[in-house]
C-alpha cells in the first residue's frame, strides 16, 4: 500500500503531543485500569457532580449572601454591586489560559487544581472584612468555580462522546443545573441559622469534598488513555479513533464560531439582567414579591428540559437552525416580560426564559467539538467562555440605568431584543465550517455520521 505524505500530515496533526499513533487499537498508559463496560457514560455522571459543585459562584446561590453581608460590613448595594461587576469581569479573563491549560494537562489534574482554589476562595470569603477584600472573592469564586469548573467538566464529557456528544452533554448539564438550584434555598436557611460567615466556610468544604474526588479518583482524560475509544464500542468496520481540532486561531476565522459564541453572550447578557432584576421587574406588572420569586420555579424547569431536548437535537439538526430558534425564543421572553401579568402570564414567561438560557448552553458545548475537533477544545471554548462570563456582568448594570432614567423596565426589555433577533438571522446566514478531519487509515468513522452532512442541510 502506498504512503499518502498529505495523509499523514493529517494524522501527525491529529495525535496530542507526545502522544503515540494508534495502529490497531489506543495504547492504555501503564497502570490504567480497564473498567466493566464503557466509562464516558461514568464520566456524564461525574461531570453532572461537578457542575452542581459550581453553584458558590453562580449568580443565584451568591445572591443569598448579598443583604446580610451589606449589613455586617457596613457597604452599599451600588458598592456590592459595582465589586460583583469587577470580580466577574477579571475571573472571566482568566478562561482562555484556563482552556490552554486543560488541553495542555488534561481533565483529571486541572480539575484537581481548580477545585482546591475555588474551596480556598470560598473558606477566605468567610473571614473578609472590607471591599477589597471581598472584590478578591469574588474574581476567585467567578474565575474557579462558575467559568473554569463548569468549562472542565462540559469539556470532560464532549472527549468521550462523538456521536452521542449532544445527548451526553444534555444530561450531564440537566443534572448539574438540579444541583445549582436547589443551593439558593440550602443557603437560605443556613445563613438565617449560622450567618453568612459560616455559610461560605461550608461550601468550601464541600467543594473539597466534592470535587478533588471527582477528579483525582473518578475522572480520565480521554478514551484511549484506558484502551477505548469514544462512544464505547466501535461499529462493524469503523476504525480506530484519532483525536483531531483547529487550533483556536482557526476556529476563530470562523464566521459560525463567532454566532455561536454571540448567542452564549447575549443570552448570558440578558437572562442575568432579568434575573437580577427579577422581583423589581415583575412587581411593575402587579406580582408579589413571593410570586416574583417563585417565578424561578418554572424557569428552572424549563432550562432543565431544554437542556436535554437541544442536546438530543444537536446530534440530528442543524445548529444554525437550533442557535436562530434559541434566539427567537429569548427575544419572544424579553417581549412576553413588557406585558406579562399575575398567573399563567408569569407561568409563560418563566418558561420562555428558562428555556433559551438552558437551550444556548449545551448548545455551545456539543457543536464546537463537532466542528473544531477536541485536540484545542479547551483553548477555544475558555476564549469564548470569557466572552460570555464578562457579558454577564453588564446585564444588570444596563438594565438598572435604563430603569433610573425612565422608571421603568419596559424600554430596557423591548430594547434588548435587537440582539437575540440579530443572532438569529445571522445564524440563519452563516453556514457551519467545513472541517479537514482526519482521513486514511487513521480517521474514525464517528467523525463524521452517515447521511447528509450538517453543513449541507
Known amino acids: ?28 498508559p501503564p497502570g490504567a485500569r480497564t473498567p466493566d463496560g464503557f466509562y464516558g457514560w461514568r464520566i456524564v455522571a461525574l461531570s453532572a457532580v461537578a457542575l452542581a459543585a459550581t453553584a458558590p459562584g453562580q449568580t443565584a446561590a451568591v445572591s443569598a449572601f448579598i443583604d446580610p453581608m451589606i449589613g455586617d460590613l457596613g457597604i452599599s448595594r451600588s458598592q456590592i454591586s459595582t465589586s460583583y461587576l469587577l470580580g466577574t469581569l477579571l475571573g472571566a479573563a482568566a478562561m482562555p489560559t484556563v482552556g490552554r491549560t486543560l488541553d495542555r494537562h488534561g481533565v483529571r489534574r486541572t480539575m484537581a487544581v481548580i477545585g482546591a482554589a475555588f474551596g480556598t476562595v470560598l473558606l477566605a470569603l468567610s473571614a473578609v472584612s472590607g471591599l477589597v477584600g471581598l472584590t478578591a472573592g469574588f474574581i476567585g469564586i467567578r474565575m474557579f468555580g462558575q467559568g473554569a469548573l463548569g468549562l472542565t467538566a462540559t469539556t470532560a464529557t464532549a472527549l468521550w462522546f462523538t456521536r452521542r456528544r449532544g445527548t451526553a452533554l444534555g444530561l450531564a448539564s440537566a443534572f448539574g443545573a438540579v444541583g445549582i438550584s436547589l443551593a439558593p434555598v440550602l443557603l437560605e436557611r443556613l445563613i ?23 477528579a483525582l479518583i473518578g475522572m480520565r482524560d480521554r478514551p484511549a488513555q484506558l484502551g477505548q475509544q469514544p462512544d464505547g464500542r466501535p461499529r462493524p468496520g469503523q476504525e480506530p479513533h484519532v483525536d483531531w481540532g483547529m487550533t483556536r486561531a482557526e476556529a476563530m476565522r470562523s464566521a459560525f464560531f463567532w454566532v455561536v459564541t454571540a448567542g452564549v453572550a447575549v443570552s448570558g447578557l440578558l437572562s442575568t439582567a432579568v434575573a437580577f432584576h427579577q422581583i423589581s421587574l415583575l412587581g411593575e406588572h402587579g406580582l408579589s414579591p413571593t410570586e416574583a420569586a417563585t417565578n ?17 437535537l444537536v446530534d440530528r439538526v442543524s445548529p444554525r437552525w437550533l442557535t436562530s430558534a434559541n434566539m427567537l425564543v429569548l427575544a419572544a421572553a424579553l417581549g412576553w416580560g413588557a406585558v406579562v401579568s399575575p398567573g399563567w402570564s408569569a407561568v409563560g414567561f418563566g418558561v420562555a426564559l428558562g428555556a433559551a438560557g438552558g437551550s444556548i448552553r449545551s ?39 435604563v430603569h433610573d432614567a425612565t422608571g421603568s423596565y419596559t424600554p430596557a426589555l423591548i430594547g434588548a431584543t435587537a440582539l437575540p433577533l440579530a ?3 445571522a445564524a440563519a446566514l452563516v453556514h457551519p465550517p467545513h472541517t479537514a478531519r482526519p482521513a486514511g487509515p487513521h480517521a474514525t468513522a464517528a467523525a463524521t455520521p452517515p447521511g447528509p452532512s450538517l453543513e449541507e442541510r
Open 1 to 28: 500500500m502506498t504512503s499518502c505524505p498529505e495523509l499523514s500530515t493529517i494524522a501527525d496533526k491529529a495525535i496530542p503531543p507526545g502522544g503515540d499513533r494508534p495502529l490497531t487499537a489506543p495504547r492504555r
Open 423 to 425: 443572532v438569529a438571522v
Open 192 to 214: 438565617a441559622e449560622h450567618g453568612w460567615r459560616t455559610a461560605w466556610a461550608v461550601e468550601g468544604a464541600i467543594v473539597w469534598a466534592v470535587v478533588l474526588p471527582v
Open 296 to 312: 424561578f420555579l418554572p424557569q428552572t424547569a424549563a432550562a432543565l428540559a431544554a437542556t436535554l431536548v437541544t442536546g438530543a
Open 363 to 401: 448548545l455551545e458545548a456539543a457543536t464546537f467539538p463537532r466542528f473544531y475537533g477536541t485536540l484545542h477544545l479547551g483553548a477555544i471554548r475558555g476564549f469564548a467562555m470569557a466572552i460570555g462570563v464578562a457579558s454577564t456582568a453588564f446585564g444588570p448594570l444596563a438594565f438598572a440605568l
